[in-house]
């Protein structure tokens, strides 16, 4: 099987297990009301319950499928009312927003907009960097990341990008990314319960969620 095969098996049955606690945290049916903030279709793909679902994300983002309505839109500014949505869904976005205070825009709307909330993203605590799947590059310096991750990932390295996309996305992994450890999703999100989900012992992402 090829490296890049075997990683999406895995982040597929990743995706089923998280949707599994989903609903085991919820009593969503098909009439709940659920936003999804920077999400695509894929997920909700492996879920078997389909809400009255909403994505908001940027056009380039845009795809069909999941039944769901699509809204472009900002995470950090939801053009919707407060307590407008029975649950506020967001997977693996918050990581992308580039500072503190965008994050904390992130999570107080997240909060605001939904009567509950299940927010995940990547643990800073564990070894391997999820975007550029490179181990321990996100614990060095900042400085020491700029030097090393143009020229050597394993993303590059297994991936078919061009030139372009890898420039693109290396560029936006030194810029924005900002993956978070379990006491910053605690401060983010006060009142909330933090989940670990973990992999070979170790945890893997973090899931904030409302009690």
Known sequence: MEPLHLLGEIGLRFRRRRMERLLGLFPIDSQWRVLDVGGT????EVCPVRPRLVLLNQPRAYEQGAGADWVQGDGCRLPFRDQ?????????VIEHLGSEAAMRSFAAEVRRVGVRYFVQTPDAAFPVEPHLYTPFLHQLPRGLQRRLAPRFSLWSLLGRATPDEREFYIRHYL???????AEEMRSLFPGGRIVQER????SKSLIAHSA
């Open 41 to 44: 279709p894929a997920i909700w």
């Open 84 to 92: 407008s949505f029975d649950l506020v869904f967001s997977n693996s």
């Open 175 to 181: 810029e924005e990314i900002r993956l978070l450890h």
């Open 199 to 202: 992999f070979l012992g170790l």
